[in-house]
């Protein structure tokens, strides 16, 4: 018998049973599209979940050697106070609390005297750094277990501008 491709060909398809194929994928691909792009609401209240950003993204650059200045991450893993607080709200999947924290870090970094935090991670050491994470987790971790901040000697200290630690 010779080969001709009579094998390969589909029986004709109606238009109907066409237009629902078309509408299914339609269907599947923008429930995906809508999955990965509309924000994930944060198990936890705001305050706990900015106060976990801040402690993990603390905690990927409390080590020295796991720090840099002048680039977000290098290669070998170390990041500069930015990229510790991406790679922190991106894995704890809390996107408004990692905003929440920047906006925070870039408050402190502004009180002392640098433009952004980019700036105070550049041109500051090590230990300016992860003190001003010390100062936002100190503010939060009042925040979230006091309901009225006159109560939080911490967060009043803040507030008034006598509690600075590690500038340099």
Do not use: K
């Amino acid at each position: 018998m010779p080969f001709d491709g009579a094998e390969f060909l589909r029986e004709p398809v109606s238009p109907a049973s066409n237009q629902m194929a078309w509408y299914s994928r339609f269907a599947v691909n923008l429930g995906r599209a809508l999955r990965i792009r509309l924000p994930r609401s944060s198990p936890e209240p705001i305050d706990a979940a900015v106060l976990r950003v801040l402690e993990e993204a603390r905690g990927l650059i409390e080590q020295r050697e796991d720090w840099t200045q002048g680039t977000l991450e290098t290669f070998r893993g170390e990041r500069c106070a930015v990229g510790a607080l991406r790679l922190a709200a991106d894995f704890l999947n809390y996107p408004v609390a990692g905003r929440v924290a920047r906006d925070l870090l870039t408050e402190i970094a502004i009180e002392r005297g640098f433009a952004s935090i980019e700036a105070m991670n550049d041109r500051s050491r090590h230990e300016t750094v992860l003190s001003a994470f010390d100062t936002a987790i100190a503010m939060y971790s009042c925040a979230e277990h006091v309901s009225n901040a006159s109560q939080c000697p911490t967060l009043n200290l803040i507030m008034e501008g006598r509690f600075r630690v590690g500038f340099g």
